[in-house]
């Protein structure tokens, strides 16, 4: 088994590592985008909630969303489109992300496809990366028909309306480290099964993963996400031979790697949920 020569206070220092880099990114870059909507959340208590969503994130990413949109709307009264706006966005900067990401290692010549499979891929990554500036020029719209204003104005799309330019930049920069922080950790979990998988070709393979995992079809994308992590890590894979051998310790890696970042998680939901269930369960004139 793969697993036996992995140096096992290395994979833990790594996953430790990276499910506590990643917790405080993703909050600390959530806050911001939330802050800069117009919606004050203490870091800690934040904290919390992203914590307590990583359970719901086991099953599928957006239902982490969801509970978090809960929160906002039990703390601010808004509705649920107004509340769920801030994380609509979120989705849509993470794929400006990726697509960003995409259409610049097929510019640079680093698609892992053919030349068909690439073109289909570069135009779905530009359309994801065009997406959620798109939204925020449209929802600057004016004038025009009446069906076109009543789309531009809806609370779905209220933060699109409200955040700037420029906190939109850095809202992309701080997701985009985020998926840095993914790339180190999958390139030091990978070093560890004997791949030498370098950062700059995560950065390509790894949106096309992301986007994968998000798909609802398995849970937290295992299964999903390993076939094409066999065709784009088993090449550099050098301490077996042989392309059944090579499968057979992504698949490792890809499994372990992935249960164990997620039963971390876990753990740092099970902590919070508690906190979030009271903080669901209060008034807003409790919390304040």
Not at 21 to 46: C, H, M, N, P, Q
Not at 114 to 126: M, N, P, R, S, Y
Not at 142 to 165: M, Q
Not at 210 to 227: A, D, E, M, W, Y
Request: proline share 3%; aromatic share 10%.
């Amino acid at each position: 088994m793969a697993f036996k020569g992995v140096n096992i206070l290395a994979f833990v220092a790594v996953a430790l590592g990276a499910a506590l880099g990643s917790y405080l990114i993703d909050t600390l870059s959530l806050r911001f985008i939330l802050r800069a909507v117009g919606i004050k959340v203490g870091f800690f208590e934040f904290l919390k909630v992203k914590g307590a969503s990583y359970l719901l994130n086991i099953i599928n990413y957006n239902l982490a969303l969801v509970l978090m949109a809960a929160v906002v709307k039990r703390r601010t009264e808004r509705g649920w489109a107004s509340s769920g706006s801030p994380f609509v966005m979120l989705n849509f900067i993470d794929l400006t992300v990726f697509g960003g990401l995409t259409v610049g290692a097929i510019i640079a010549g680093a698609s892992p496809f053919e030349d068909v499979t690439t073109k289909i891929v570069g135009l779905i990554a530009l359309g994801g990366f065009l997406a959620g500036p798109s939204l925020m020029a449209i929802t600057r719209i004016k004038k025009g028909p009446a069906w076109l204003l009543k789309i531009v104005n809806h609370n779905l799309l209220e933060a699109f309306a409200r955040i700037s330019f420029g906190n939109m930049l850095l809202a992309i920069l701080a997701r985009s480290m985020l998926v840095l922080l993914y790339a180190v950790m999958n390139h030091l979990f990978l070093g560890l099964y004997g791949a030498d998988v370098s950062i700059p070709n995560l950065l390509v393979y790894m949106p096309i993963l992301s986007i994968v995992g998000f798909i609802p079809i398995s849970i937290s994308g295992l299964g999903s996400t390993q076939v094409l992590a066999r065709r784009f890590y088993g090449p550099h894979v050098t301490t077996v031979t042989g392309e059944s051998a090579q499968f057979g310790v992504i698949d490792a890696f890809s499994t372990t790697s992935i249960l164990t970042i997620m039963l971390l998680r876990v753990v740092v939901g099970l902590i919070c949920t508690p906190f979030v269930t009271k903080m669901l369960a209060d008034s807003p004139k409790e919390q304040q």
